[in-house]
């Protein structure tokens, strides 16, 4: 029988570890209780991560939307042919770099489609190319799918391909590819990508080599409660390990433009429950995480200010371009300033910090 949840929660707070069982009970919340979860949650990032609100400053480049995959989530790859396709050369990459580190940002993220010509040395070509235009930037790319594509089609080690990418100025991986860490699921939603295993195998190597990564899910689509709860412990498991993820980003489905939601075979979207019980829930389960992000990308403003009293404790980054949320329909992918930022913290009595990449404040 379940546990009673207060006293479930009140132990969590006295540092009881949560089980899967225990966290599933949690994400199957359907009252009033959602707000006891989110209570409890927001206690514990205060005594592990503070009441400062923190951010980026940041840009992304997505180099090109063709890709050799077609991940049924997806809205914005194109294939050979389509309308609206791009590939930026490096004059056009330097120039955005440029324009980004003259906007003073402390972080250029890339993330592209998988070109068809794409090797290794085109990923590294490109982050040495931001280095140069970019001098200091941080430089957030790659993704574990990324690093696998590039092994494969330069016949290297996945290992191999990230110690160069370091060495070209990788300054951290995306923990993006990961959607959600079963493979029934990732049959479904993305077939062509890489197992859990490898995404696994890829993050730990990336960990090993002193590259820290982000660690993401995407849910609201096909998933199960149980995927969740099967996702969060492959990833508590991998942080046990290594200590190699800076933080835990949520993505929020965005079904409008995509082939998966079309094709009957997501839901659409998730609710706002959902959307506060995963912040909520990953907060008090991933006790080996110190940050926790609210996407105002995928949620809104508002429903990530929510997140921020829900187990929250960073906003992400400015964004200067986003293409991959808007090509899924998103409506609030564009720049945020970090007044409107502030006003959302201070809304909450709580103050906005601008921090690095790996969470030094500024
Ligand atoms: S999610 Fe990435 S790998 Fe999948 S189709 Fe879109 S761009 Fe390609």
Redesign the pocket.
């Known amino acids: 029988m379940d546990r009673p949840l207060t006293t479930l929660l009140d132990d969590v707070k006295n540092g009881h570890r949560l089980t899967g069982d225990e966290a599933l009970q949690l994400f199957r919340t359907r009252d009033r209780q959602v707000w006891a979860i989110a209570a409890a949650a927001d206690e514990v990032r205060e005594q592990r991560a503070g009441d400062a609100v923190t951010y980026v400053r940041n840009q992304n480049i997505n180099v090109t939307n063709l890709?050799v995959?077609?991940?049924g989530?997806?809205g914005?790859?194109k294939k050979p042919g389509d309308e609206g396709i791009y590939f930026h050369d490096r004059a056009a990459i330097q120039a955005k770099a440029a324009q980004a580190h003259e906007r003073g940002v402390s972080e250029i993220c890339t993330v592209s489609?998988?070109h068809p010509d794409f090797t290794a040395q085109s990923y590294i070509d490109v982050y040495r190319w931001i280095r140069e235009a970019a001098p200091g930037v941080h430089l957030h790319a790659g993704n574990p799918?990324e690093v696998a594509y590039a092994a494969h089609k330069s016949h290297m080690r996945t290992v191999e391909v990230l110690d160069a990418m370091k060495a070209a100025g990788l300054g951290s991986m995306c923990g993006t590819a990961a959607e959600i860490l079963v493979d029934d699921v990732r049959h479904t939603i993305?077939r062509e990508?890489i197992k859990t295993k490898e995404w696994v195998r890829i993050i730990t190597e990336a960990h090993g080599l002193g590259i820290k990564t982000t660690a993401t899910i995407m849910y609201g689509h096909c998933e199960s409660d149980a995927d969740r709860v099967a996702h969060l412990s492959i990833l508590r498991d991998i942080q046990d390990e290594t200590q190699g993820f800076s933080e835990f980003v949520p993505l929020s489905f965005i079904h409008m433009n995509t082939p998966l939601f079309r094709q009957g075979n997501a839901r659409a979207g998730a609710t706002g429950r959902e959307d506060l019980l995963m912040v909520a829930v990953a907060r008090l389960f991933l006790d080996n995480f110190k940050n926790i992000q609210v996407s105002w990308v995928k949620e809104g403003i508002k429903m990530a200010q929510l997140g921020l009293i829900a187990g929250g404790n960073d906003l992400g980054g400015t964004m200067f371009e986003e293409s991959i949320s808007k090509g899924a329909g998103a409506m609030n992918t564009d720049y945020l300033d970090p007044a409107e930022m502030e006003r959302v913290a201070e809304d909450l009595g709580r103050t906005l910090r601008r921090r690095t990449t790996l969470y030094e404040l500024l």
Do not use: E, R, Y
Request: charged share 10%.
């Open positions: 890709c995959n077609a991940c989530f997806c914005f790859s489609g998988l799918m993305c990508k």
